[in-house]
């Protein structure tokens, strides 16, 4: 098997592997905290990234595709399987930790497709929904329990909608609610999370976010949350300046400009 691409950008130019190794033991010198995104290059992640790093932590990316803005990216090709993902960004923050540990793990990645069980794309737009939301969160999740730190926190992404049936979108309604008793799972004793860790799942309605003001340039954006108000609230629950009960779900919800968070 070859090493895993590991891109590093912070004092340097990107540069691989033995590069990234120095330049990260040097940050840990300075004591920052440490921070993995898996869909660190989509909209939220980009927000979570940004806002992380103006804290003073470092940020790992974990997608597709380089986000610059983080000091470390390690991509993922969709196109590998589920284990030999895994395998590779095991070895990855093997690389980069050398021995540390990271203080929280968000999954913030996914999509949608819908469909019911009569539609022509439903088995396409399961099988699709079901690699966004459940193998990234199998992932992170193992790599939660390897690289986590005691007391860190895991944050994946569910949806509300998943409480209840989603005929109209079976695979992404399923999809999250198996992410949804993923956080149980990790939550419950026995789950293989690190001693006192968290996991949690947020679940907002809309986001506020260019793509979705682009799809729906008439909807009432003011119960929309802004992706930068859940990276406050995030960083809250990192930091333990907002309690967080473990393995419960966040329900979102924003009305007249006003979000409230709701551990439900």
Sequence with gaps: MKNP??????????????????????????NMSHLAVYGGAGALGRVLVNYFKE????????????NKAA??????????????QATKLDQSFETL?????????????????????????????????????????LIAARLAARHLDDNGLLVLTGALA??????????????????????????????GLPK??????????TLDTPANRQAMPDADFSSWTPLETIAKQLH?????????????????LTKDGNTAFNQI
């Design 97 to 137: 930790l050398k021995g540390e540990k990271l203080k929280a793990l968000f999954c913030v990645a996914g999509g949608w497709a819908g469909g019911n069980a009569a539609s022509k794309n439903f088995i396409k737009n399961s099988d699709l929904m079901l690699k966004q939301s459940v193998s990234s969160s």
């Design 162 to 191: 998943a409480l209840n049936p989603t005929p109209g979108m079976i695979g992404y309604g399923i999809s999250k609610a198996a992410v949804h008793h993923l956080v149980q799972d990790l939550a419950a004793p026995g789950g």
């Design 236 to 252: 809250g629950y990192s930091t333990g300046e907002i309690p967080l009960a473990n393995g419960k779900i966040i329900e979102i």
């Design 55 to 66: 804290r003073g932590w470092a940020v790992t990316n974990i997608d597709l595709v380089e």
């Design 5 to 30: 691409t590991v891109l590093q950008k912070f004092i340097k130019p990107t540069c691989f592997a033995s590069g990234s190794c120095l330049l990260y033991y040097c940050l840990y010198s300075i």
């Design 71 to 84: 000091q470390f990216n390690t991509l993922v090709n969709a196109n590998e399987d589920l284990q030999t």
């Design 196 to 205: 006192g860790a968290k996991a949690t799942a947020i679940c907002p309605v």
